[in-house]
């Protein structure tokens, strides 16, 4: 299977597009064992 990357993201600092911090970003992506984000 290949692995999933998450390509394109918005945080709270993608002015009207996004609403979780980076912080909790990359939290989930290791919690889901992405390899990148």
Same mark, same amino acid.
Do not use: I, K, N, Q
């Given at each position: 299977?290949?692995?999933? /990357?998450? %390509? ?7 002015? %009207?597009?996004? +609403?979780?911090?980076?912080? +909790? %970003? /990359?939290?989930?992506? /290791?919690? %889901?064992?992405?390899? +990148?984000?």
């Amino acid at each position: 299977m290949t692995e999933y /990357v998450e %390509l394109h993201c918005h945080s709270y600092f993608s002015l %009207l597009d996004g +609403a979780s911090s980076p912080e +909790a %970003l /990359v939290e989930r992506a /290791v919690a %889901l064992g992405y390899p +990148a984000l």
